[in-house]
């Protein structure tokens, strides 16, 4: 129990070091926190307009009288709306697949498929090299928790900070990095349902597949969390979170290169704490970069 809590503790310690060290950045380089728009508006206004856009939206301002009313600004019916249409475009995509979308799902399939008939193998491996490096294991269960509370704390900081500093853009970040990992986990909740793959830390580390009816059988004495682990669950939360943040604070390089470490890091723990095959990491890793980037696109297309 006490060795949970350091983990834990050290992980809030770690969730700060990305919003503080933007903020510190922010305030270093002079960036305004604030501007005449509304405090919490959600206009994307931080990344460089697209020519053919600019010229319309010129156009049209130009056409429209001056006391046109003022762009929206979030409140909950709004970011209820967009949460809503994400959902719709998330959970209808299968009818929606175009022949460019294709040979990625195929390539992701095969991969997929390759790491399953070697997950165990693979299980193994992994535990032994967390054995043998003092490092990894120091390091394994801390960052584990990125993909737990760490990430929606980290989506907390942001909104606190935004509040307290008037940073819309952090604001912003928050509400919609807390979109996209919600979306995420409705997601990857119906996908452990469907599949009810088995745990690697039940049953020796066997690889079985029970379909919904292994998952609902959680319910059962003692089987709370055995059928339910893929996908990967703090993967798909860890990734929806650190693409946001990396598409929100892209002009920065070193921005989209620690929140990938970290999400990576991520996947990787929840194979050397025992908790998930690689695979189940793999596919929830990909299918919360997809939500987290869908979410910020659709988010700017709108306002």
Not at 289 to 296: A, K, S
């Amino acid at each position: 129990m006490m060795k949970k809590l350091k983990s834990r503790a050290a992980a809030f310690l770690l969730l700060l070091i990305l919003p503080l060290s933007l903020f510190a950045q922010g305030a270093v380089t002079g960036d305004p926190k604030s501007d005449s728009m509304p405090r919490f508006s959600l206009a994307i206004r931080y990344a460089p307009a697209v020519p053919r856009i600019a010229a319309a939206r010129a156009v049209f301002q130009a056409s429209v009288p001056s006391d046109s009313p003022a762009p929206k600004v979030l409140s909950f019916g709004s970011w209820s709306r967009d949460f809503l249409k994400d959902a719709g475009e998330i959970w209808s995509f299968p009818l929606h697949i175009r022949t460019r979308d294709i040979l990625p799902i195929a390539g992701l399939a095969v991969l997929t498929g390759v790491l399953i008939a070697n997950d165990e193998a693979i299980r193994r491996d992994m535990l032994d090299y967390q054995m043998n490096h003092a490092w990894v294991k120091a390091i394994s269960p801390v960052i584990t928790e990125m993909g737990n509370f760490g990430g929606f704390g980290t989506a907390a900081a942001f909104l606190f900070y935004g509040l307290i500093a008037k940073d819309n853009k952090s604001v912003e970040t928050a509400v919609l990095a807390s979109s996209a990992m919600l979306q995420s986990g409705i997601l990857v909740t119906f996908l452990k349902g469907i599949f009810g793959r088995q745990r690697p830390f039940w049953d020796n580390g066997n690889d079985r597949w029970s379909g919904p009816v292994g998952f609902f059988s959680r319910f059962g004495a003692g089987q709370l969390g055995r059928y339910d682990s893929f996908p990967g669950g703090h993967s798909i939360t860890a990734w929806s979170l650190a693409t946001v943040i990396a598409m929100q604070y892209h002009e920065s390089v070193w921005v989209p290169i620690l929140a990938y470490t970290t999400a990576t890091g991520v996947a990787l723990s929840r194979v050397t704490e025992g908790k998930h095959w690689l695979s189940d990491c793999l596919v929830g890793s990909v299918l919360g970069y997809v939500i987290g980037r869908m979410v910020v696109l659709n988010h700017r297309s709108r306002y």
